[in-house]
C-alpha cells in the first residue's frame, strides 16, 4: 500500500543520502514520496533541508509555493511567504520579488512584525522614502509599548526634515513624542534645531524652557536660561524679559559669571550705564585678577570716559587693566589719551612708549618710537633721548623713513657723517620721486657733502650729480658738483656747472663770488 511505499523511499533516500553520498539522487526519492502524500512532513523536512544544503533556492521557493496551495491556515500560509520573503531577500538578493512577497504577507497578516521590519529594511537601503514612511505608519499602528512608537515618530520626523526638508511635519512628530513622553530630551533637543532652524522664536523659547525644567544638570539649565534670556533680547527686542531671566539666574546664583556678564552687556547696548558699570564690577570681582578681568576693566574705563565724561574714574579702571596686564595697548592707548588731553607730557610719554613695546606688528611699533623720539626731541629737547628713540625704531625696521629722516638730521648736525651717510642711503631710497623732488635733492645734496667730508669723492660726486640730475637750479647742489669736478679735473664740465650758477643765481651772489666763478 502508499505507506508501505512512502516508507520505502524513505529507507532508498536516506541511503542516497547518508550511505552513497548523492544527495540529488535523494531529493528525486523524496519528490516521489510527495507525489503520493503532497504534505508527507518527513519528505517536506529533508527536501527543505537538502534544497537549503545545495543552494537551490527556486526549488525550495517553489516546494514553499506549493505547500501553499495545499494550505488552509492562515498562520501556516503566513510562515510559508514570509520564509519565501527572507530567501528572495537574503539568498537571491532579489529586493523586488522579496518586496511583492512581504506586501503578500501583509494582505493575509496587516500587523505581521517580521514583514514590516523586512520591508523597513529594503526600502531604507533602496532610499524609497514614501514606501519606507507608509511602513512606518502601520508600524505604529500596531506597535505594542510607547518605546516602540517613539522609535518610529523619531525615523518618520528624521526624515521629513532630512530628505523633504518639510521642517513643519517634523516638528509635529516630534511633539507627538512629547505627547508620549513628555521628558523625552532627544525630541526637545531637535525641536530647538528645528525652531532655530525656522526662526520661530516664541515656540524656541518654549522648547528651550521646557528642556530647562526636564534637564538635572546645573549648568546646563543655566546656559538654557540665558539662551533664552539671549532670544528675548536679540531677537524678540523684549529687553525687559530678558532682563527679568537674567536676575532670576542671579538671585539663585550671584556668581553666576555669564549671566552677570550677559546682564551687563544688556545694559550697555541698552545705554544704561551705571547699571551696566555696577554688573562689569561684578564680573570683574567674581574674576578676581584672572585675565579675562582685563577687558572688563577697560571696558569700565570707555564707559566712565566716552559716556560719563569722568576721567577720574576711567583712569582708575584703565589702570587696573594694566596692573593685570601691563601690556594691554587699548588701555594704554586709552591713558596716553587722558594724559594728552591733561597736558601731563611724563606721563603721556611714558604711556607711549609703553604701548610702543607692547605693539606686536613692527612696522606698527616703529611708528610709535618714531612718534616718541619726535615728542621727545619737539617738546622737550632731549636731543640724545630722541637718537635713542629713534635708533629702537629703527632696529625693528632698518628702512623706516619716519625714524631715519630726522635722525639723519640730528647726525648732520653733530657732524656723526658715517651714521648719517647710513641714514641718508635709507631716506634717499625711501622718499618718492615723483612726490618729494625737493626734499630728495636737498637729501642727495648733503649725501654728497658728508661723503666728501669722509674723503669718498667718487661717491661725493656721485651724490652731488645725482641731485643736479633732480634740479639744475639748486645752488648747493651746483657749487657741490663744480666743486667735485674741480678735483677730479674734470675742467670743461665743472665751467659749465659754474656758469650755471652765475645764470641762475647772480644776483644773490657777492662781487667776490662772481670774480672766483
Not at 70 to 86: A, D, F, K, Q
Not at 195 to 209: C, G, N, S
Not at 217 to 223: A, F, T
Not at 477 to 498: C, H, N, P, V
Amino acid at each position: 500500500d502508499e505507506e508501505v511505499r512512502r516508507g520505502l523511499l524513505l529507507r532508498l533516500a536516506s541511503v542516497q543520502e547518508e550511505k552513497a553520498g548523492n544527495p540529488a539522487d535523494a531529493i528525486n526519492t523524496y519528490k516521489r514520496m510527495l507525489e503520493l502524500d503532497g504534505r508527507d512532513p518527513r519528505a517536506v523536512q529533508a527536501l527543505t533541508r537538502l534544497y537549503e544544503e545545495t543552494g537551490r533556492w527556486q526549488a525550495l521557493i517553489g516546494m514553499f509555493q506549493r505547500a501553499l496551495e495545499l494550505s488552509e491556515e492562515i498562520p501556516e500560509r503566513v510562515s510559508l511567504r514570509y520564509r519565501i520573503g527572507t530567501i528572495q531577500e537574503t539568498e537571491m538578493q532579489d529586493l523586488e520579488m522579496a518586496i511583492g512577497t512581504y506586501k503578500a504577507v501583509l494582505d493575509e497578516d496587516a500587523g505581521h512584525s517580521l514583514s514590516l521590519k523586512a520591508l523597513e529594511r529594503i526600502y531604507t537601503q533602496l532610499e524609497r522614502f514614501p514606501e519606507l514612511l507608509g511602513v512606518f505608519e502601520r508600524q505604529y499602528h500596531y506597535a505594542q509599548d510607547d518605546e516602540e512608537r517613539i522609535r518610529l515618530l523619531s525615523k518618520m520626523a528624521a526624515i521629513h526634515e532630512e530628505t523633504y526638508a518639510n521642517l513643519a511635519v517634523a516638528v509635529d512628530l516630534n511633539e507627538r513624542i512629547l505627547g508620549l513622553d513628555g521628558r523625552n530630551l532627544a525630541a526637545v533637543r531637535k525641536l530647538e534645531l528645528l525652531f532655530k532652524e525656522m526662526q520661530d522664536f516664541p515656540r524656541l523659547i518654549l522648547a528651550l524652557t521646557t528642556h530647562a525644567d526636564i534637564t538635572s544638570d546645573p549648568e546646563e539649565r543655566l546656559n538654557l536660561n540665558l539662551q533664552v534670556a539671549e532670544i528675548y533680547y536679540k531677537e524678540l527686542n523684549k529687553a525687559d524679559k530678558a532682563e527679568e531671566i537674567y536676575l532670576s539666574v542671579l538671585a539663585a546664583d550671584p556668581s553666576a559669571i555669564r549671566a552677570i556678564h550677559d546682564l551687563g552687556q544688556l545694559y550697555e547696548r541698552s545705554g544704561n550705564w551705571f547699571n551696566a558699570l555696577e554688573k562689569l564690577a561684578q564680573e570683574a570681582e567674581v574674576l578676581r585678577g584672572k585675565p579675562e578681568a582685563v577687558e572688563i576693566y577697560y571696558r569700565m574705563g570707555t564707559i566712565n570716559a566716552d559716556m560719563l565724561m569722568d576721567t577720574q574714574a576711567a583712569r582708575g579702571c584703565y589702570e587696573s587693566a594694566l596692573e593685570l596686564d601691563n601690556e594691554h595697548v587699548p588701555s594704554l592707548q586709552a591713558l596716553k589719551s587722558i594724559h594728552y588731553g591733561a597736558k601731563e607730557w611724563d606721563q603721556y610719554l611714558k604711556r607711549l612708549v609703553q604701548e610702543a613695546d607692547a605693539t606686536k606688528a613692527p612696522e606698527q611699533k616703529a611708528e610709535l618710537f618714531t612718534a616718541a623720539g619726535s615728542f621727545v626731541q619737539e617738546r622737550n629737547n632731549d636731543v640724545d633721548g630722541a637718537v635713542r628713540l629713534f635708533e629702537r625704531a629703527l632696529a625693528i625696521v632698518p628702512d623706516h623713513l619716519g625714524a631715519a629722516k630726522p635722525l639723519s638730521d640730528i647726525e648732520f648736525r653733530r657732524e656723526g657723517y658715517e651714521r648719517a651717510e647710513q641714514l641718508l642711503e635709507v631716506v634717499v631710497e625711501k622718499l618718492d620721486p615723483g612726490k618729494d623732488t625737493k626734499e630728495l635733492c636737498r637729501q642727495y645734496y648733503r649725501l654728497g657733502y658728508i661723503t666728501e667730508k669722509q674723503g669718498k669723492d667718487q661717491k661725493a660726486l656721485k651724490n652731488y650729480q645725482r641731485a643736479y640730475d633732480i634740479d639744475p637750479t639748486y645752488l648747493p647742489a651746483l657749487e657741490g658738483l663744480g666743486g667735485s669736478l674741480m678735483k677730479t679735473e674734470r675742467w670743461e664740465y665743472a665751467q659749465k656747472i659754474y656758469q650755471a650758477i652765475l645764470i641762475h643765481h647772480r644776483e644773490s651772489l657777492t662781487d667776490a663770488e662772481v670774480v672766483d666763478y
